[in-house]
């Protein structure tokens, strides 16, 4: 079945140690976005790409990074995670980024940080 | 600013009728989406409304009011599955998606 596939599903990491992230789809959609999630609050769309181009939201913290090498792939780099980046993260994909487009999300990367 | 407004919490009997409502006040409008999400998992798509009215699909039903920015998901026949978060979304007119914080509905035998 066509999907979006996130990796790690769990993630704990210290205080200031990287972490990457991993998305990736069998959807052949152009459009794949990166959202943060807390405990009871909505999802926050940290960036997204319409095919190559990257588009970062304006209060996403240079904290965090992304790259999408291919159609297929995302990746999410938290370059010195804090406490408050506790969260789950969110990969979707969608075919375009207007209209009727209904995002389709991996099953998420719940990050601990110690 | 953009927001959307949905009751926090819900609680309702199997077998019965649940109206989860919800309100936003957005810079335009491209449709609003409804989408579930149990505990630890990721959305899914439930419904999507860009005109007014009512769509229905099986046990659920979603409406539309672009005049009153207005919407509420109507779910009938509960089952103790539909123990989830239900969240509203807003495509607005950069076609940028704005979105609720969810309605948590608990479901009672």
């Known amino acids: 079945d066509a999907m979006v596939i996130q990796n790690p599903r769990y993630q704990v990491t210290q205080f200031g140690k990287p972490v990457t992230l991993s998305c990736s789809q069998t959807?052949?959609?152009?459009?794949m976005y990166w959202y943060q999630q807390k405990s009871s609050q909505a999802p926050k769309l940290l960036f997204h790409y319409y095919d190559k181009d990257f588009n970062n939201e304006a209060d996403t913290p240079d904290n965090f990074q992304s790259r999408r090498p291919n159609t297929s792939f995302c990746f999410l780099d938290i370059r010195s995670p804090g406490l408050g980046d506790a969260a789950m993260y969110l990969c979707?994909?969608?075919?375009?980024?207007?209209?009727?487009?209904?995002?389709?999300f991996g099953a998420g990367s719940r990050l601990t940080v110690l | 600013g953009q927001n959307i407004d949905q009751p926090t919490e819900m609680t309702a009997t199997e077998g019965a009728i649940v109206q989860i409502n919800c309100t936003y006040q957005t810079s335009g409008f491209n449709g609003l989406f409804w989408y579930q999400q149990h505990a630890g998992e990721a959305p899914t798509f439930l419904s999507y409304?860009?005109l007014d009215g009512l769509e229905e699909k099986g046990r659920f039903s979603s409406f539309l009011s672009r005049s009153k920015g207005y919407s509420y998901l109507l779910l009938k026949e509960l089952q103790m599955k539909d123990s989830a978060s239900y969240l509203c979304a807003v495509r607005d007119s950069n076609y940028q998606l704005i979105w609720g914080a969810g309605t948590k509905l608990i479901i009672k035998p």
């Open positions: 979707a994909t969608s075919t375009q980024d207007s209209g009727a487009n209904v995002l389709t």
């Open positions: 959807l052949n959609h152009n459009v």
């Open positions: 409304n860009v």
